[in-house]
């Protein structure tokens, strides 16, 4: 967690925990005292310890970091003229975030000692991925800055062209990224520098220019440009931006082509992928989807690819002892003519048997079958399903009509703040329409059709294998039994978001009153699906002795539920029961609110 000055009514600092930055792990002299020694020995120490245990596998330590990363505002009364870029999210934050200017030489000073600090700790350190232009990090002057292109004095005079400008802040990325590169060879002559290239759409060719050697660049796609690449979700075409999920397990034969470009430059790029549950179906652990997994590692190996990134790695595969996925990646890795077919089949020998391995096998294939037709929800198909508090907070007509206090226990954790329709509306976050009256109405049939109604069917199948079972193969289908029901916990409640937002929106938006009663009834429909839903999960969450998704055990945050999420679902009960027979509505003035506790003058209205 960032440790910064607090702002009332601010939740900004919780909304970019996604990495840390150099502040979280060492100061230098330009910056000793503004973050306590404890906190970032603390957090040295943490990664050292990570260094080491995965040393121990043979694996070579790196980090993943969001620089150029914000200062408190005292270290800018002390050295005004380090501005640089203000880089925060205006309709999250309540107090101007601003990065130092990276171009003075001072600042460039900074973060070579920095790295440099960082190396002495672990000095095999080996790779430094820089994500940016986000979560309390940006760099000046670029297009994709929330607040628009900006930044300190040094880098370009005013009233240049866009692109004048685009080629002055691309030109000043490079520096920076060839300044960590050249501090820390000087401890590891190997170290690579890796920038996630997505935000800069406009400034994309002038950082690939400047590229080679150990700097280098990341993305789900190599054919990004900016945040659009050209995928879509293989069951549902209008469904887009699918780029390195679970649905992402082709590459266009273009992808070749850009490789061969950026090594004729000197350059070799990254593909980041996501391999578990992490930016997929979050806080889920350990569902099984090794065909799709392996076909992604295959078409990458057959593009050509000598690099690539699992985004948040495999989560916990000490608490998942069954998963069949890094099966499949270590059988792509080092037997990739071995068919998929013939390592699964082998593998579920060794867990239940012979005589089950093909039961278990299609279970499997079963199950990746319901998931492959998942549409992806924005946000919650990433890490919003926590953010927006899905499971726990009430599933209502009128969110609203929920009094505040009673609203609290959800509320205090999740990524809002007192002006964001995400509060009282399910398929909004600040400005984003993340799903339409249109759009879930298609996604919330087609999980009844595809998704739901397969798990069904997979969960009554399994439980005759189950009964029948030794003790040994029992523990496994049992595993794989309760994961598949964790999924359909999570996916019916994707299915009644979107099923709300059909209805609730379309009760809104409705020409006549029979139009109305026709979405109320079908939104009274997805609360006795929800609640149903919310009581299965208790049960399965009371009864399996499986750990089938993440809880945090200090305490609950943005992104994951607590240990007392049981008792937050059990209160979404008696709160949907309570309130599921208001009307409709939404507050939509809800932007112009005032921060709580102050009021707009007297007779003043928005």
């Not at 009514?9 to 306590?36: C, K, M, S």
């Not at 005013?158 to 000087?186: D, F, P």
């Not at 289908?477 to 994707?494: I, K, P």
Request: glycine share 6%; aromatic share 12%.
């Amino acid at each position: 967690m960032p440790f910064e000055d607090g702002v009332a009514w601010e939740y900004y600092p919780q909304f970019y925990t996604y990495a840390p930055g150099f502040n979280h792990f060492v100061d230098t002299p330009l910056t000793r005292g503004i973050w306590p020694a404890l906190y970032l020995d603390a957090n040295l120490n943490h990664l050292r310890q990570l260094a080491d245990t995965g040393r121990r596998y043979g694996l070579k330590p790196g980090v993943c970091m969001f620089e150029p990363r914000t200062m408190p505002e005292r270290f800018f009364a002390k050295y005004p003229t380090l501005r640089g870029a203000r880089v925060d999210h205006p309709f999250r934050s309540r107090l101007p975030r601003y990065t130092m200017a990276q171009d003075h030489p001072i600042v460039q000073r900074h973060y070579r000692e920095a790295l440099q600090k960082l190396m002495r700790a672990v000095p095999d350190l080996s790779y430094m991925s820089v994500w940016t232009n986000d979560s309390g990090a940006g760099f000046e002057h670029t297009a994709s800055l929330y607040v628009g292109r900006n930044g300190g004095p040094y880098m370009i005079r005013e009233w240049r062209n866009h692109e004048k400008i685009a080629q002055a802040a691309g030109e000043s990325i490079v520096r920076y990224l060839r300044n960590l590169q050249t501090a820390a060879a000087e401890i590891n002559p190997d170290f690579d520098v890796i920038l996630r290239i997505e935000p800069f759409k406009v400034e994309h060719e002038y950082i690939k220019k400047g590229m080679g050697g150990r700097v280098t660049w990341e993305a789900p796609s190599l054919l990004v440009r900016g945040y659009h690449v050209p995928y879509s979700h293989p069951k549902y075409p209008e469904n887009q931006a699918v780029a390195g999920s679970i649905f992402h397990t082709t590459m266009d034969a273009s992808e070749k082509e850009t490789l061969a470009q950026s090594r004729a430059g000197g350059v070799d790029p990254v593909l980041h992928y996501s391999a578990s549950g992490v930016m997929n179906h979050e806080p889920l652990l350990g569902l099984p989807f090794p065909r799709l997994i392996h076909t992604k590692l295959t078409a990458m190996r057959e593009t050509g690819l000598n690099r690539i990134s699992a985004l948040g790695g495999l989560t916990n595969t000490a608490r998942a002892p069954y998963w069949p996925n890094p099966i499949a990646i270590r059988a792509a890795q080092f037997f990739p003519e071995k068919p998929i077919d013939q390592v699964l089949s082998e593998y579920a020998a060794r867990l239940v048997g012979s005589g089950l391995a093909p039961k278990l096998t299609q279970a499997w294939a079963d199950f990746e079958e319901a998931l492959s037709w998942q549409p992806l929800v924005g946000l919650y198909c990433a890490f919003g399903f926590c953010w927006q508090r899905t499971w726990d907070r009430p599933f209502v007509p009128d969110i609203e009509a929920v009094p505040a206090a009673e609203r609290d226990y959800y509320e205090r954790h999740g990524c809002f703040q007192h002006n964001n329709p995400g509060l009282n509306d399910l398929g909004k976050d600040v400005l984003f329409d993340l799903i339409t009256r249109e759009s879930g109405a298609k996604m919330a049939a087609d999980m009844d059709r595809h998704v739901i109604a397969r798990l069904r069917q997979l969960i009554a199948a399994l439980e005759p294998t189950i009964s029948a079972a030794g003790e040994s193969a029992r523990v496994v289908f049992t595993d794989l039994r309760d994961r598949v029901r964790a999924y359909l916990h999570w996916v019916t409640s994707l299915r009644n978001v979107c099923a709300w937002c059909e209805n609730v929106y379309g009760y809104l938006e409705a020409p006549d009153q029979a139009t109305k009663d026709t979405c109320e009834r079908n939104l009274q429909a997805a609360i006795d699906l929800e609640l149903a839903n919310i009581r299965g999960l208790i049960d399965l969450l009371e009864t399996t002795p499986h750990e089938v998704l993440v809880l945090d055990g200090v305490g609950e945050n943005t992104f994951l539920y607590g240990e007392n999420l049981v008792t937050h679902l059990r209160t979404k009960l008696r709160l949907t029961e309570k309130y599921r027979h208001n009307k409709p509505r939404i507050d939509r003035s809800i932007y112009w609110r005032p921060i709580p506790g102050t009021q707009w003058p007297d007779g003043w209205s928005a």
